[in-house]
Nanobody, 124 residues
C-alpha cells in the first residue's frame, strides 16, 4: 500500500516556475514507477510525465517537453515535478500516481495509487 500527498501548487504568472512534490508513505515506495497527470474541469485526466522505479528514463507529454522535469528521490520517498516557463494552459489539478512495475508508464490505467491533487493556476 502506498499513500501519496502532493504539494507545491499555487497561483503564478505566465513564465514563472513551480516545483510540485509528491510525498509517499510505504516501505516499498522505491519499487514503484511514478507519474504526474493533470486534469481540468470537464476534461479527462491527461498524462504529463513519468519515471521508472529507480528514477530513470523520464518520459514527457509533448506539451511539457523541454519545460517540465520529473525526478524521484527514493531516499526521501519523494517525487518532484519542476515546472518552468509556465503557460495559462498548464492550469489544472495535478495528480501524482504510483504503479507497480518498472515503468515509465503513460497510461493512467497502469497506476495503482493516486494522490488527492494540488491546484496550479497560471495567469496570463
Amino acid at each position: 500500500q502506498v499513500q501519496l500527498v502532493e504539494s507545491g501548487g499555487g497561483l503564478v504568472q505566465a513564465g514563472d516556475s513551480l516545483r510540485l512534490s509528491c510525498a509517499a508513505s510505504g516501505r516499498t515506495y522505491s519499487s514503484y514507477a511514478m507519474g504526474w497527470f493533470r486534469q481540468t474541469p470537464g476534461q479527462e485526466r491527461e498524462f504529463v510525465a513519468a519515471i521508472n522505479w529507480y528514477g530513470g528514463s523520464p518520459y514527457y507529454a509533448d506539451s511539457v517537453k523541454g519545460r517540465f522535469t520529473i525526478s524521484k528521490d527514493n531516499s526521501r520517498n519523494t517525487m518532484y515535478l519542476q515546472m518552468n516557463s509556465l503557460k495559462p494552459e498548464d492550469t489544472a489539478v495535478y495528480y501524482c500516481a504510483a504503479a507497480r512495475g518498472v515503468g515509465p508508464y503513460k497510461s493512467n490505467g497502469a497506476y495503482n495509487y493516486w494522490g488527492q491533487g494540488t491546484h496550479v493556476t497560471v495567469s496570463s
